[in-house]
């Protein structure tokens, strides 16, 4: 877990007169809501884990320090699912002598995470399992089926007393008997011809049972032979359906707190200068089955740190939205899908300096 604690003070004798940005002074604290974490395929042996809070300070560039002085502190994940409970949060108290309201939090498993990027949660103490008692499975039903066919088991009931039915193939047919006396003889056989077509290699196949039967044939493909004289033209067909276009527009989107993006139509590539904070509205395509890919060009202006909101229906990656906030001119990338029933998004570049 990492982070950095600003805070915003009068500006002081620099060039610009924007506020300036200095250190906070204090501690954030991490208190596990489970009072322990039980591992039981924990190796070599199942191990109960007890987490305690952890108090982190600040250093004087305002980030999170662990008790060695290291950035950033390691903290038990949450939703590991080897660990009952599991799903559970921490809460998170920030002391920097002002009053806060604490927050809870989920940990994921796995990589580093920015408590600036964190969404708060309801608090939980995550979701306990119990061992139930054993099953008792009894035989049921058992059938035949033709022979070379797979085999198949299903289950019926409920734990803890289900029955096994199943459907088993029969054996290969045994050899021949005795020959027996030679019956009356049948209808004469119809053979008739079906298709034939070229090819590679010549063939013939008979399809159908007696008395009716058809007969297939492939005929080796002869050399070219001359060309014909050229026929009268033919009348002409009827008009096809209008292609998808073969380019997405390039717009240049209008600055301010809040920016409509119109992909009803068709996909689109939005350029937009972020001279405010700007949430961004989108358009619900049509249900014509198409998709719509946007792709939005984010340039800070000459003060940077302008931040994003899309719309909360949008799907990002882990649930966890991008809200930029680049330098002064940097430019961000943001990509667009609308797959016919949500818009999903991602981010294709963070920061790029403009030439």
Known sequence: MTGRFLQAVADGADLD????????????????????????????????????????????????????????????ATDDPDGNPVDWTYE????????????????????????????????????????????????????????????????????????????????????????GRDGSPGPANVLSIGTVASGTEPSATITGTSPSQTLNLVFEKGDTGATGPQGPEGPAGPAGEDGAPAERPVVDL?????????????????????????????????????????????????????????PASVLWAQGVPYTSGAPAGAVDVLHLLWDGAVWMAAVGAVGMATA
Do not use: K, W
Not at 25 to 50: E, K, L, M, N, Q
Not at 154 to 159: A, R
Not at 254 to 266: E, I, L, Q, R, Y
């Open 17 to 76: 007169s924007n506020p300036d940005g200095t250190p906070v002074t204090g501690f954030v604290t991490f208190t596990p809501s489970p009072t322990y974490v039980r591992y039981p395929v924990a190796t070599p042996d199942p191990a109960t884990i007890v987490p305690q809070a952890i108090t982190c300070p600040i250093d004087q560039d305002g980030y999170l320090l662990d008790a060695q002085g290291n950035q950033g502190v390691m903290l038990v």
């Open 92 to 179: 998170v108290r920030l002391d920097f002598g002002v009053l806060i309201d604490p927050f809870h939090i989920n940990v994921p498993a796995g990589g580093e995470v920015d408590l600036t990027t964190l969404i708060p949660v309801s608090e939980s103490d995550g979701v306990q399992t119990i061992q139930g008692p054993a099953n008792v499975l009894s035989i049921g039903d058992v059938a035949t089926s033709a022979p070379g066919t797979p085999a198949a088991v299903s289950v019926e009931g409920e734990t803890p007393n289900q029955t096994l039915n199943f459907t088993l193939p029969r054996g290969q047919e045994g050899p021949p008997g005795t020959d």
């Open 254 to 310: 209008p600055s301010g707190s809040t920016v409509n993006v119109d992909a009803s139509t068709t996909g689109l590539v939005g350029r937009v200068t972020l001279a405010v904070d700007t949430t961004f509205t989108l358009t619900t395509p049509p249900s014509d089955g198409r998709e719509r890919v946007v792709t939005l060009v984010l340039t800070q202006d000459a003060t940077g740190g302008r931040t994003i909101a899309l």
